[in-house]
């Protein structure tokens, strides 16, 4: 064998085994982690180092139970295994198991390593073997798969190291050969046909081709074609699959019955009673069960949660996102005093950094969202929420899997998207798709926030429940029930076939490590702000150039008005404000708000909500930072204000009131509910469906129900 | 014909040989198989799904899934 420096190393393993943190201990947190927060869902890479001369490129696969895929996800493993003896092969691959549940583990094992690549078992979660009552014979194990297995603890950090040994050691040894040689047991000569036909690939790798109708890229099409040829001629493809399946778990059964020992009545300290009470058959699963997915007692408290979320949301992050407001607008004026006036001063003071205020400021909410979904997710509550909601859900036309979109949606639409590739259901995964954006993302959060500010009084009522509050609870409820009703409507009217099915595991319940939640929460928040980020500082940049360059008439602002002003008597700072008001007008960016005006006016907006609404459809929470930067380029530089009381002191000077009044705000809460103002979204639902078709019906369709229903809004209201 | 959706909660039963090539594939892979024990642990709201426990995994499946899963009552 060839001496290379760099080898190519899968995980794989079923969901709940801890193969992600085992991953992020391997790679460090320099990886390359998909753009978006969220679960595993697109291939992770890594590098690691094995040993002095030797880096390993670590993929992530997603979590799956078998290499037999019933849903997008899946087949991406199964895609990315039957490559991998082309140029993209994996030398080795390690499969994650975790002790509780190794007897499961083992079937995708056993199917691994009859694609005769080598292999490594890795059984995380060990330190729980003895509190659990497990015996594992590590060595009889070994001999009897034929395989190196290594015990890890990766919560402790234990066992990396021998994992990275036997790595290179079954890297070095190439050992790969089959373990349960299922042909011999099913149909010896129908599987001897089979390899006939291509004698290039193991017998495990033809039978899945022909079963999945998946191929490895480097295939040609006569091979292809011959492959096809008898798989028609086939009859019992299912009945095989399943006498394999059988023969699996005879074998595993086997294996484990002289090397794997429970005995449940041993166990100790405080968090493994806690724990143990969780697992327990009467608590954990009779009666905690018996009230989360209770008939009334259930929804009651899936609600009750749903409410502390939004609440703590609100409450919880006012005070930080103040504090950050006021903290740029004073570093703002501070940058704008004490460097030297010019072009460049202005781009820092009035571009770069309202820009990246607009971005810190999402921090507070994001992490409480991301917090609570990670939390709902660790203790295994998430599972049961999707037990409660699925034939509801069916009744609109999703899977009770859609929840976690629809909920993950309140964070972000990109993951939530992403998240619904283990919707197995075409049909269902598409409605879902399509209805998420409506759900509220935090970057609808800053700019309710903004608003509710300006219009709703920072009340009280029935003594507890805060009306800024309640206002934001409503928005929520109106984006899923309208998420609901697009569901409907989709559902009657889609012609999609696909067949769907359903299995959750309800994983135990569990106290959640504070350390996982931690980074679960750092990691997703910092993901988030860099792949918005780079979207809000960019168009801030821009803007703040389109508003401070113009046309011809732009430039005769300053001498046209000290021109006309001349025999009045005004302060300076008078003709300084109306200078710089009157500049903005004719600047591009006044211009182009000033063009969809007459469009907008019907909404109660004028041509600066104009300007705003235009960068919001790059991404919403563009509205506050341009908001930000548009008043700061008008308003004196010798009293700079929040954001906030700048909005607030806006006169519409058709009738003298605020700008920003009841009937104005209402009408954008609606426009922002309803309009799908997203690029990165839009983007992603392109990819996810192949086709531009969709993202279309989602821009157009939002886009229309957004305006009449905010038409109606502001007519009513005003 | 008993199958697990005729189960009542507590219930447990053994699946049967019979249905074999009627239970999908990913449920016999997940440890749905013939002879294992299987207990109707809870149902869902709306009679749909049921979560069942299966040869030590903890399963929610649709009714439909379960209709097709033949079992013999433990006595």
Redesign the interface.
Known sequence: MSHKKIINVALIGNPNTGKTSLFNELTGLNQKVGNYPGVTVDKKEGSSKLQKNLKAIITDLPGT??I?P?SLDESIVLKTLLNSKSEKKSDVIVVVADID?L??NL?LFSQIKDLEIPTVLAINMADQMERKGITLDIKLLEKELGNDVVLLSVRKEKGIDELKKAIVNTYHSAKAFPLCNVNNRIDPAYFDRLKEINPKYSIYELWLMITHNSFPDTISREEKSALLNFKNNSKNL??Y??KE??FR?QKINEILKNTYLVDRSKASDLRSILDKIFTHKIFG??IL??IF???IF??ILFFAVLLVIFQSIFDWASLPMDLIDAGFANLSSYVDKNLPEGVLTSLISEGIIPGIGGIIIFIPQIAILFLFISLLEETGYM?RV???M???MRRFGMS?KSVIPLISGTACAIPAVMATRNISGWKERLITILVTPFTTCSARLPVYAIIIALIIPDQKVFGVLNLQGLTLLSLYILGFATAIIAAIILHKTLNVKGTS????????YKLPSFKNVFIDVVEKTKAFIFGAGKIILSISVVLWFLASNGPQSYKDVEKNITENVVHQQLSQHKINQMIASSKLENSYIGIMGKSIEPVIKPLGYDWKIGIALISSFAAREVFVGTLATIYSVESDDEDITTIKQRMASEINPDTGTRRFNFPVGMSLLVFYAFAMQCMATLAIVKRETKSWKWPLIQLFGMGTLAYICSFIVYQILS | MTTIASLHIGELAYISEES??E?????????C??GAEVEL??I??????L?I?V????????KE?AAKIQIIKAK
């Open positions: 139970y078998s037999n019933t549940n007897k499961r079937l299912k009945k699959q399943h399946t059988i778990y699963y009779i069960d018996k997915t209770h008939k259930g929804y599972s999707v037990f409660l699925d034939k509801i009770g099915f359903f299995v959750v595991e309800m994983p135990d | 074999l090539n239970i999908p594939l990913k449920l016999l892979e997940m440890g198989l013939p642990i809870q869902a709201p709306l009679n749909d799904p979560y426990c040869n030590g995994s903890h399963l929610a499946i649709r899934t």
